[in-house]
């Protein structure tokens, strides 16, 4: 696979320091990154540090004049090959799944019709919390690949899932991810392939 383009959407999360290493692993691959970095995401790592490792402007307004005379969040869309969101935010995973496009990085994911592959990280009791489940579950019945969380210990000081994935994890995801060929279809054939992912089924007819 070359030539690839990942859409890098950094959600606000102090997992956002293993960014840098992933955007490494997926440049490492000769694949391109154009990052999106949400206004959460810029108080834990910098738009500096992610475009030079980047090799690309980094993207974090839905109102740039410039842009969007060329409307720009659906060309970002359109040129990816995979949208990554990294960290997912319980905030982030809530947009998703109810639809919401506020700023950027949730009118990006509103308006690709491209595979999705999402790295939650938060705190524990927020991962557990029933809102965020059902959230999952909604995404996972879209058609939204999710790899993690792990457990561990916490920047919280608390234990348990909520981790981010490590950088290594997410390649190994996303190469797969993309491994699968065209990725999304319809609304209802996503909803369809969610529900049934992994099942056997037999058919059987009369005469």
Same mark, same amino acid.
């Given at each position: 696979?070359?030539?690839?383009? *990942?859409?890098? *959407?950094?959600?606000?999360?102090?997992?956002?320091? +293993?960014?840098?290493?992933?955007?490494?692993?997926?440049?490492?691959?000769?694949?391109? /990154?154009?990052? /999106? #970095?949400?206004?959460?995401?810029?108080?834990?790592?910098?738009?500096?540090?992610?475009? /030079?490792?980047?090799?690309?402007?980094?993207?974090?307004? #839905?109102?740039?004049?410039?842009?969007?005379?060329?409307?720009?969040?659906?060309?970002?869309?359109?040129?990816?090959?995979?949208?990554?969101? =990294?960290?997912?935010?319980?905030?982030?995973? =809530? +947009?998703? =799944?109810?639809? #919401?496009?506020?700023?950027?990085?949730?009118?990006?994911? #509103?308006?690709?019709?491209?595979? /999705?592959?999402?790295?939650?990280?938060?705190?524990?009791?927020?991962?557990?919390?029933?809102?965020?489940?059902?959230?999952?579950?909604?995404?996972?019945?879209?058609?939204?690949? $999710?790899?993690? &969380?792990?457990?561990?210990?916490?920047?919280?000081?608390?234990?348990?899932?909520?981790?981010?994935?490590? !950088?290594?994890?997410?390649?190994?995801?996303?190469?797969?991810?993309?491994?699968?060929? !065209?990725?999304?279809?319809? !609304?209802?054939?996503?909803?369809?392939?969610?529900?049934?992912?992994?099942?056997? $089924?037999?058919?059987?007819?009369? &005469?």
């Amino acid at each position: 696979m070359t030539g690839k383009r *990942i859409l890098l *959407i950094i959600g606000g999360g102090i997992a956002a320091y +293993k960014i840098p290493q992933l955007i490494r692993l997926i440049r490492g691959e000769g694949w391109t /990154v154009s990052p /999106v #970095l949400t206004r959460a995401g810029a108080e834990f790592t910098t738009a500096m540090t992610i475009s /030079v490792l980047a090799g690309e402007a980094v993207h974090d307004g #839905l109102f740039d004049i410039a842009k969007e005379a060329e409307i720009g969040h659906i060309r970002l869309t359109r040129d990816a090959d995979l949208v990554v969101v =990294a960290p997912a935010t319980a905030d982030l995973m =809530a +947009k998703m =799944a109810q639809g #919401l496009a506020d700023d950027l990085a949730s009118t990006l994911l #509103l308006a690709s019709d491209k595979g /999705v592959l999402v790295a939650p990280a938060m705190n524990v009791r927020m991962w557990n919390h029933p809102a965020t489940q059902r959230n999952l579950a909604v995404l996972r019945a879209d058609g939204v690949a $999710v790899i993690g &969380p792990d457990e561990g210990d916490m920047a919280c000081g608390e234990h348990g899932p909520g981790r981010m994935a490590e !950088p290594e994890a997410i390649m190994a995801a996303i190469r797969a991810r993309l491994d699968t060929g !065209p990725l999304l279809l319809e !609304p209802q054939a996503q909803v369809a392939r969610g529900v049934l992912a992994g099942r056997h $089924v037999i058919v059987t007819s009369g &005469p």
